[in-house]
């Protein structure tokens, strides 16, 4: 019998990845940039177990049995055999056990975390040495990211076999230490068109994604690489908003249109504008995925300045029960800049219900777990809270 366990980290992209120009090897019509962020606040953990006594392929996410017929994870799983044609136990059936840390839909992305943690977790089992991010990608495509730390890059690519759209570091976490991120949680119910079909109708309909992928994106790429190399927080935060901006117009331009902001995520996006105008710096940057959640990059330094903001503007904050990361307790309330920037709390509208927020920061990268104690499957291969 043998097991292995990893954890593996959330990403989110500062320029987006939306459109494949090929859905069966998941080829994106552009080049992607994200952030890795930190394993200690936000993870999934994976154990895989590999034993001849095992009848059949089984796995369980976040204690529920599920079905292995799923057609990604297929696809993922015959990669990993191909690759480990020479394994002594591939024969030998499997046992996955996948759980997050954080509560199971909450509305942040765990897709990502989760193939590249199976990826990973695989890869060592069967001792697959080589390039691991193309088989994530294979799975989801924003998780061949997640398979490394820092700020990471997937390249589209230009080989018909994908084998060249991988994803690679392009600075570590270390480089830019005082970058800090906050996840504001607006709505943890699942999203209603799922990325992978949403992308596919942009693709099919919207004239501004051509254009996206024609004349913007690739000019995008090189400006946000530049800037998180100098440390330009300022370009940074511009080329992010308005990526951000960018996808979620192609999402009004598909037909029929795609809505995965809403007007509370708008109402954060006017408070992070009218925060960078009042202090006449842009000190916030926000972006948004394929759903209403706000995830804000700042720098340590304006951490608790606009964490005072966000406080007087939703007083509600202070009580909701969900709050993790790094510490929140140097929150700065500034009457001055509360008044200067006009925000009259309760009178937002609408009322922005904050569920959750996590503060946190950039990460590693993926880590193995060697000690037994805290694997997910016990040494039947059933998980440790299986009744
Ligand atoms: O990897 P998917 O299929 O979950 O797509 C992710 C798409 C976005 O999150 C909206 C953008 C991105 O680059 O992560």
């Known amino acids: 019998m043998y097991t292995v366990t990893c954890i593996a980290p959330v990403n989110i992209a ?12 998941i080829l994106p019509v552009n080049d992607s940039i994200s952030a890795t962020l930190d394993t200690d606040h936000l993870f999934t953990k994976t154990t895989v177990m590999t034993s001849e006594n095992f009848k059949e392929d089984r796995m369980w996410l976040n204690g529920q049995e599920e079905n292995m017929e799923n057609c990604r994870l297929q696809r993922c799983l015959t990669e990993i055999r191909k690759r480990a044609k020479h394994s ?15 509560p199971t839909g909450a509305g942040l ?14 890869a060592k089992l069967y001792e697959i040495k080589g390039e691991l991010s193309s088989i994530a990608r294979i799975g989801s495509g924003s998780a061949c990211r ?3 730390g820092g700020f990471v890059k997937w390249s589209m690519g230009s080989l018909p076999d994908g084998s060249d759209s991988i994803a690679k570091q392009i600075v570590p976490a270390s480089h830019w230490p005082e970058m800090r991120v906050i996840i504001l949680v607006l709505d943890d119910t699942r999203k209603k068109v799922p990325s992978s079909i949403g992308m596919r109708r942009s693709m099919e309909t919207s004239d501004m ?22 440390k330009d927080f300022e370009t940074f935060a511009i080329c992010t908003m308005k990526d951000s901006n960018q996808l979620h117009a192609i999402c009004m331009d598909t037909y029929p249109p795609l809505f995965y902001m809403n007007e509370e995520s708008r109402a954060i996006v006017d408070l992070v504008h009218t925060y960078n105008e009042t202090v006449k710096k842009v000190q916030v940057a926000y972006t948004f995925d394929a759903g209403p959640n706000a995830v804000l990059y700042l720098l340590e330094e304006n951490v608790p300045e606009f964490l005072g903001v966000l406080l007087y503007a939703y007083p ?16 700065l309330i500034s009457q001055e800049l509360n008044k200067a920037m006009n925000i009259k709390p309760h009178e937002i509208s609408p009322p922005v219900r904050i569920k959750c927020m996590i503060h946190t920061k950039l990460g590693d990268g993926p880590k193995y777990i060697i000690q037994p104690e ?8 059933l998980p440790i809270n299986h009744v």
Not at 14 to 25: A, I, P, Q, R, S
Not at 211 to 227: C, P, W
């Open 14 to 25: 500062v320029l987006k990845y939306w459109g494949k120009k090929d859905e069966e090897l």
């Open 88 to 102: 002594k136990h591939l024969q030998w059936k499997i046992h996955i056990c996948s759980e997050n840390n954080f």
């Open 109 to 122: 992305a765990s897709s990502a975390a989760g193939y590249a943690c199976l990826v990973l977790a695989l």
């Open 146 to 148: 997640s398979v490394i």
């Open 209 to 230: 994604l051509k254009l996206r992928i024609n004349y913007v994106v690739s000019d995008r790429a090189k400006r946000i690489e530049r800037a998180i190399i100098e």
């Open 316 to 331: 509600e904050i202070g009580k909701i029960e969900y709050c993790k990361g790094l510490p929140r307790d140097n929150i």
């Open 374 to 381: 805290n694997h997910l499957l016990n040494q039947k291969g």
